[in-house]
């Protein structure tokens, strides 16, 4: 059993606990193409990472991550830079509001709470969303109907917004407010609760901003990327949560992962897959649920109130 | 051979008479004295032995780093447990382990006076002493602060004391988890009778070491420099395993 001491998290860790649990979420990665964040953060709690710790060092593990993803669907055309530049200018904002955001709450003592209350919400929604529309496919492959496509110019408010911008990669005209609208909220996300913001921002592009689903997932890569580095240096800077030792021990059972899960998703059809994301999504949102609600072992707890 | 029976009882006092000794005396060590946490640190056990007059009563305290710290109750609000009014303590110590010859409640009428002119009165209240000893306020932080510290086995209330009460040697062993605070520790011993007490001092330092302790320095005194290291560094590995894996 070897134990790996953590530098700035400040405890031990077993080595091959940590790289299976990067292994696990890189599987499901590679398998549902999502960053796998909302898994991460509260495993490593789990196993005793300090919250605060948990979020920053994973914020430089998915910037590896998401580069890979990005070079990868660079190469196949399905990169909108464009659309990506709108969403990483609401990126930026957003996660430097969500860092600020994130020091506040560390010094009201109140993050633990804020990040709990925040999956749960949504990983419940996006949980049930995503199990609603898996069941109604499944049901309608089951009676050989199409799946209807997602009307890309008819939705006639975003047609209203100011700023139309059109966008030739993704075949699409919106206000470029809708992008850096998303952006901000992505990126306040990804800040104060460690995650790339994947299970929101895919769904999003294709039913509010209209784009075709092949260039969703690595646009979205493209902007997380940015996001990832950016409250890296902003966690590493102002709070001093991010531990190397930690995120490179991530990112090596990551990269095994995430091959494993691709070539199992393959063998999958796409509504089997939401199905199963939206069933560990929804498991994962039961058990903090459960922990909110259910009397603690012990009645007193310890203030987070600052970074390392 | 009567000489030889009663030997227990005259060698000690032979002994006092050939090698003079002051009135009272006490040793306590630590070995090590300098516990690194490297990479692969998981804990380490500590041995602290010592002597103090034959007889005498001991009382030996392990104190870890000492910082404030905020505790906090929690409480049910709208089917939520959430945290209420936090309390602030001052000088919390982040290790506690306690051994004595005797139980804590026999000891430390003895002692409480010496300890508060060793300059360790905050360290009477993480003790545990009955509530009419230290007049513990409701809620008592101080209990639950220690009760959260044992859970992470970071306070060790009744560790096992190897104690000759006739030579007057005693050890003990004290395993520091691998989430004991880094800082420097006080191994105190209390010993000697209520109107003469005496307490010995020694140190024992937890510090990072090596890879930790580098980048430990960089996260705290240059987290700019940390910072774009820890991003160009993860960027490094995402571009590798890229176009490694998208090789046509």
């Not at chain 1, 196993?47 to 070079?71: C, F, M, R, Y």
């Not at chain 1, 580095?229 to 995120?247: E, G, K, P, W, Y």
Request: overall charge neutral; charged content about 10%.
């Amino acid at each position: 059993m070897i134990h790996i001491y953590l530098p700035i998290a400040e405890v031990s860790v077993n080595l091959f606990l940590l790289l299976a649990i990067g292994g696990g979420v890189g599987f499901l990665s590679g398998l549902f193409g999502v960053g796998g964040g909302f898994l991460l953060t509260p495993l490593l709690i789990f196993i005793g990472i300090p919250p605060a710790i948990a979020v920053g060092s994973e914020a430089n593990q998915l910037a590896a991550a998401s580069l890979s993803g990005v070079i990868a669907h660079w190469r196949g055309g399905r990169v909108d830079l464009r659309m990506g530049i709108m969403l990483l200018v609401g990126g930026l904002i957003g996660s430097t509001l969500g860092v600020s955001l994130f020091a506040w709450l560390m010094a009201s003592g109140q993050i633990d709470l804020v990040i709990k209350l925040l999956y749960v919400v949504l990983l419940g929604l996006i949980g049930l969303m995503m199990m609603v529309e898996s069941i109604r496919a499944n049901l309608k492959s089951r009676r050989n109907e199409p799946s209807p496509e997602v009307p890309a110019d008819t939705n006639t408010w975003r047609q209203q917004l100011p700023w139309q911008m059109h966008f030739p990669t993704s075949e699409v005209t919106i206000s470029a407010f809708l992008p850096i609208g998303l952006g901000i909220l992505v990126g306040i996300l990804a800040a104060v609760m460690g995650i790339g913001g994947g299970f929101i921002m895919v769904p999003a592009m294709i039913y509010v901003l209209g784009m075709p689903t092949a260039i969703v997932v690595g646009t979205s890569l493209f902007q997380i990327l940015f996001v990832a580095s950016n409250v890296t240096l902003q966690q590493a800077i102002r709070v001093q949560t991010v531990d190397v030792v930690l995120a490179l021990l991530l990112m090596l059972g990551s990269v095994i992962g995430v091959q494993i899960g691709a070539r199992a998703g393959a063998k999958l059809r796409g509504e089997e897959l939401r199905f199963l994301l939206a069933f560990i999504v929804l498991i994962v949102c039961g058990w903090m649920i459960f922990n909110l609600t259910s009397r603690p072992d012990f009645l007193f707890t310890l203030v987070t109130t600052g970074g390392h | 051979m009567r000489l030889f029976s009663l030997n227990p009882l005259i060698i000690p006092l032979l002994i006092g008479v050939l090698i003079p000794l002051p009135a009272s005396a006490a040793a306590v060590s630590a070995q090590p004295d300098q516990v690194k946490a490297g990479l692969f640190f998981n804990g380490e056990t500590v041995t602290v032995s010592g002597q103090r007059d034959p007889g005498q009563p001991l009382l030996l305290l392990v104190i870890g780093p000492q910082r404030t710290q905020q505790i906090a109750p929690l409480g049910k609000h709208n089917g939520i447990w959430v945290e209420e009014d936090a309390h602030t303590l001052a000088q919390a110590p982040g290790f506690l382990a306690i051994a004595g010859s005797q139980p804590l409640p026999e000891l430390m009428p003895l002692f409480n006076d010496a300890l508060t002119a060793a300059g360790l009165t905050s360290i009477l209240d993480y003790l545990r002493l009955p509530p009419e000893t230290n007049h513990a306020p409701t809620p008592n932080w101080y209990h639950a602060y220690t009760s959260l510290l044992e859970r992470q086995s970071l306070f060790l209330p009744g560790v096992a004391l190897q104690d000759n009460p006739d030579s007057g040697t005693f050890s003990t062993t004290i395993r520091l988890p691998s989430n004991a605070p880094p800082g420097r520790y006080q191994v105190v011993a209390l010993t000697g009778a209520s109107d003469q007490p005496l307490i010995v001092t020694t140190h024992l330092n937890l510090i990072k070491s090596g890879i930790t302790s580098r980048l430990e320095g960089a996260a705290l005194h240059q987290p700019v420099v940390y910072g774009i290291s820890a991003l160009l560094f993860a960027l490094l590995v995402g571009w590798v395993i890229g176009v490694l894996l998208n090789r046509r």
